[in-house]
Nanobody
Framework: QVQLVESGGGLVQAGGSLRLSCSAS????????MGWFRQAPGKEREFVAA????????YYAGFVKGRFTISRDNAKNTVYLQMNSLKPEDTAVYYC????????????????WGQGTQVTVSS
């Protein structure tokens, strides 16, 4: 079992930045691929970014377009999502997830999920 707890969400103006954190406890953090997903009201959950076990490879959704950066610190059992140039359409609940699969964007391959953190971007 892996327990995930997100933090760092909040209200920010368009063009601003936030850094989300996801702390993991339980089994060896470095054994998991980590991902960030988001879900806006009335919309399906969508992939945002993923990072492999070592932090050497990353995937990003197209809408990120260089604005977001995923990183991890295996010594701290934490994965981060740095979000810059935020837009109102980035408003959503952001979820951290973990999988023992190789790097993947597929939500159904992630076995463990956090409770989510709200990000609201005002125009």
């Amino acid at each position: 079992q892996v327990q995930l707890v997100e933090s760092g969400g909040g209200l920010v103006q368009a063009g601003g930045s936030l850094r989300l954190s996801c702390s993991a406890s339980g089994r060896t953090f470095s054994g998991y691929t980590m991902g960030w997903f988001r879900q806006a009201p009335g919309k399906e959950r969508e992939f945002v970014a993923a990072i492999d076990r070592s932090g050497g490879s990353r995937y990003y959704a197209g809408f990120v377009k260089g604005r977001f950066t995923i990183s991890r610190d295996n010594a701290k059992n934490t994965v981060y999502l740095q979000m810059n140039s935020l837009k109102p359409e980035d408003t959503a609940v952001y979820y951290c997830a973990a999988t023992q699969s190789l790097l993947t964007i597929r939500g159904y391959e992630y076995n463990y999920w956090g409770q989510g953190t709200q990000v609201t971007v005002s125009s």
